[in-house]
Structures are given as C-alpha cells and as structure tokens.
C-alpha cells in the first residue's frame, strides 16, 4: 500500500466523455485532484467546466470513462450518491430557501429521524457544527432571505460540509460578491484546505486564480489543454492556452467624441435612488459603479420603466420621455440589457435567435411592424459574431453554458438601431475573449453615435472601459470620474461613502 497519502489522488476523472446529443461537452477528459490544494478550472464559455462538475456530483451520467475515488472506481448514479461519497458541490445559482432559518436551511433533506420523529436538538447539534466548520459566526435562527449574498454563500459551504466531504465543488462562487465578501469567502477556503480538503474553482477572473489556486487545469471546446502549477504559469500564458490564440488586449481604446443630445437623468429618486443627476452623452460610454446593494440597478431599470421614477426626469437627446413602459421605451430606441439573465433576461421556451430579437420582447410589446425574417437573419449574424457556442440559434437557452446565455442576451441590442443602450452586469460570467467582444460591440455603438451607460460591480473593467464614472453609495451620486481620474485608489474610498445629503 500506498502511505503516501497526499500523492495518492482523492479523486480522479479518468478518459470522461460526455454527449449531449449532436454536441460533445467533454472529450476523453483526464484530471487528478488532490488533498489540500485548490485546483482551478479555467476556459472559455462552453469549454466544458460546469458539465464536468455535473459529471462528478452526480447531476449527469459520463457517456464513457470513469470517476475514482482513492483509486475506487465510483459510481455517481445521483447527487445524494456523489454526497455519501464525499463530493459536495456549492452550485453557481443561490438554492436556499429563504424563509427558512439557517438550522433549517442546513438540515433540510438530510434530517436525523429517531424512531419517527425529527430530534430537534441533534439538528441543531449537526447544524451548529457545520457552520462552525465553513468558519462562521451567523446565528442559526436568522432567515436566509436577510442574509448578504456571502453569508448565504457560507452557508452553502457549511452545508456542502455535513457528512464527510473529501472534495469541495464551488462553480463561480464570486461572481455577485463584492471585494470585502470574496476575501472573506477566500479566508474559508484556505481553512478548508489547510484541513485537507481537496477544491475545485471555477472562475473567470484572472486575479482569482493566482490569489487562490494552486494547480489550474485549461479547458477548450471539451479538452482538457493541460493542467499546470500556478506558479509556473503567467496570466498571458493562461489567456492563450484557454482562448488558442493571444488576447491582445481586453479593452479597446475608444476615442472620447462626445456628441450633443443622449441620456440624462436630472435629479431622479426611485425606491432605491435619491436624487440622482447623470448623463451620457451620445458618442460616449460611461460607467454607473458601487457595491451591490448601492442602488445602481435602479439607474437601468428607472430608465427602462421597470422602476418607478418617484421624483425627477429623464429624457433623451434634450426630450423627457415621461413615465413608460419597457415597450414605449424600445419605441423610444431606448434598449436595456438585464443582469439577471434567468429572471429578466431570456425566455426559456423559445431559440436563442428568437431571445436574440425583439421577439422575444413579445412580452412586453405587440409590435405590428418587425420583419421578422430580416431580425432573424440579423440575430444569427449577430450570434455567430459572438462567437455563441455551440453556434445553433434554433436551441434553447437552456441547452447553453451560463456565458453563451449572456451572449444571447447581449445580441438584442445590434439587431436594430437604439440611440441608448444600458447593459447592467453585462459581462457578469462571460470569458476573457468573449468580453473583448462584447467591449469592441459597445465601443462600435459609441462611435456610430450611441450613448452607451455600462452599470458594473466590476470596478477593473469600468476603469478601463468607460470615458467617465459616476459612484453610487446608499442611493446616491457621492463622485463623478472622468479621464486620468478613473483610477480603484480615486474611486474605491467613495464606494463606502455615507451619505446624508444629496451632492449638488
Ligand atoms: N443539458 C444540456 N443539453 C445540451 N447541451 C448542453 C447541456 N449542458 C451543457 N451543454 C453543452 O455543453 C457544452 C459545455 O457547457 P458547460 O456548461 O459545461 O460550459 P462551461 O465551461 O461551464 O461554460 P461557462 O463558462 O459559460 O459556464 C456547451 O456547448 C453547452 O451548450
Ligand atoms: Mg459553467
């Protein structure tokens, strides 16, 4: 026998293909995972990484190859398998229920019966200890629904942790934190392996990767490229392993030519914004930044007429558009890309070209004057400029991985002539050459004389995107950033803002 324990792998996929009818998501894939390390999975959008942790927790059967676990052939026929075995995934989607106390969020389907009856206090026992194990404080008897997004996150760590999880699964577990929450989420993951777990990372975020990961493996188009230690491998490197060839750069350099006329807001207080004063001029692409929770998708969304504008005005090109609806708003080519793509953003029975057109806004408009055909023709350019992968308009949405459903969503918005465009969250999810894309498409819509508002919790990607930025703390405009002062020192102290008083 082996006593090495730590060069034994805790689990291994060996040679996994799976076919989802016509489309390949994995191709004789082999990795190791081992014991105290946490090894990241990095690739494109579609590369493959989400069915892979599907494959290992039990959600989807391998067409061929297998799964060991310390070099035991496993048979992951479920998830509730895959958890008795000790893979634990912490999903990308929130799935607690939100009425719910944590304590019972956390013994939920995996209550101890004695002779019938649940023993509460044994729950309670079993509940108290996992949180304890995921590095928490929370109280047991708070509701999930009032918790941050990276408590709950915690939570659904902790809860991945009953049992005796020998691999911990997080897919993207960051993407609606904000800084302060991500470091406090990175402080539970190195406790965890510094206990022996063995961790799986997805992320799109090139920081994360080094700040903490150990080993990475590239993936593209269902192959596994190669799996390496961090350290011996640089960003660039990384880039082009994933996207198979070199990124040159992410942001385009868009020439600043503002023009007359375009968005404004004149002092506009919704449920969740006080008298908020901004514009962006046609010809330009500004930035709407803060922390989650700030107010600042009530920008997009009072603009949009999905929020109620309580005080204050908007117009367009020096017109107030009065309140409305999302379909006067298209009227008024005024188009909104939401961040909450299964929510607000796709409808799920109908094809990608379909979501890709205003069609798919039959919801919110009876349109009697689309040429249909031609839209369809237009979406399909579009989708395949996007590089939507697989490239099949006529499938659902829900047969794509989570950044090609973004690019769906993104498509709307060039399948027609709007004179204002606001993305809000637009590249939440998206890989790094897909969102030099997706950048390239606002800077052509900027310089063909749109106004382009870009509404990000990302603050690297509004500094490098956008000609000047406006931060909201608690509902209000507290700093407006334009050129050479659109810097993370200059405009991160304003994200913490409090405010009293409304700036004139
Ligand atoms: N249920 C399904 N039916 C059909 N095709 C699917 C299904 N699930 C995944 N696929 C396909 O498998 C491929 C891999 O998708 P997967 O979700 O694993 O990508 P990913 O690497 O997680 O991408 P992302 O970064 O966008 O989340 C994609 O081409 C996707 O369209
Ligand atoms: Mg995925």
């Known amino acids: 026998m082996d006593t090495h324990t730590g060069d034994v792998p805790v689990v291994s996929v060996k040679h996994v293909t799976k076919n989802f009818q016509a489309v390949t998501a994995l191709r004789d894939v082999s990795i190791d995972f081992y014991q105290g390390k946490v090894h ?28 060991e676990i310390e070099g035991v052939g496993a048979d992951l026929v479920s998830p509730q398998r895959a958890r008795e075995l000790g ?15 944590v304590a019972e969020n956390l013994t939920l389907g995996r209550e101890h019966l004695r002779s019938g009856f649940l023993n509460r206090a044994q729950n309670r026992r079993a509940a108290e200890q996992a949180l304890v194990q995921a590095g928490s404080t929370l109280s047991l008897d708070s509701a999930a629904r009032d918790l941050s997004r990276a408590d709950q996150q915690v939570v659904e760590i902790a809860r991945a942790l009953q049992g ?3 691999l911990l699964i997080l897919d993207e577990p960051t993407a609606s934190l904000t800084e302060d929450e991500t470091s406090r989420l990175f402080e539970v993951v190195r406790r965890l392996k510094a206990e022996g777990l063995a961790i799986i990372y997805i992320t799109h975020r090139m920081g994360e990767i080094r700040e903490i990961g150990d080993t990475v493996s590239v993936m593209r188009d269902g192959a596994l490229i190669d799996t390496m230690e961090i350290q011996d491998v640089t960003d660039e490197e990384l880039v082009t392993l994933m996207v198979g060839r070199k990124v040159e750069s992410l942001f385009p350099d868009i020439p600043h030519n503002p023009r007359e006329g375009g968005l404004e807001l004149r002092r506009v207080s919704t ?5 908020v004063t901004l514009t962006a001029r046609r010809g330009e692409v500004v930035g709407v930044t803060g922390l989650v929770g700030s107010g600042k998708g009530d920008v997009g969304r009072s603009v949009f007429g999905l929020a ?6 908007i117009t367009v090109d020096g017109e107030e558009i009065g309140a409305g609806s999302p379909e006067q708003r298209i009227q008024q080519e005024i188009i909104y890309y939401p ?6 953003g796709l409808i799920q029975t109908m094809a990608a070209f379909q979501n890709a057109t205003l069609s798919a806004l039959d919801s919110w408009t009876k349109f009697g004057f689309v040429n249909r055909k031609a839209e369809r023709a237009a979406a399909e350019k579009v989708l395949q400029k996007m590089h939507l992968r697989p490239n099949h308009p006529e499938s659902l949405p829900g047969t794509f991985s989570g950044g090609n459903q973004q690019k769906i969503v993104l498509a709307r918005g060039f399948t027609r002539d709007y004179a204002i465009h606001v993305f809000d969250e637009p590249t ?6 897909a969102r030099a894309e997706i950048y390239n498409a606002m800077q052509a819509l900027a310089e063909s004389g749109a106004a382009v508002l870009v509404i990000s919790s990302d603050l690297p990607e509004v500094i490098g995107l956008v000609h000047r930025a406006y931060v909201i703390s608690q509902g209000y405009v507290v700093g407006e950033f334009t050129g050479d002062e659109l810097s993370q020192d200059n405009m991160l102290p304003y994200f913490f803002q409090e405010m009293k008083e409304p700036i004139s």
């Open 308 to 313: 109620e504008v309580l005080a204050g005005s």
């Open 40 to 67: 990241v999975l990095f690739g494109e959008n579609g590369a493959g990484k989400s069915t892979l942790i599907n494959v290992l927790s039990g959600v989807h059967q391998p067409t061929e190859g297998t799964v």
């Open 87 to 101: 893979i634990s995934s912490v999903f990308q989607e929130p799935a607690l229920v939100g009425t719910l106390s």
């Open 339 to 344: 961040s909450d793509r299964k929510r607000d």
């Open 271 to 275: 449920s969740q914004l006080i008298d």
């Open 428 to 433: 939440a999810g998206v890989d790094v050459g």
């Open 164 to 166: 005796s999880a020998k």
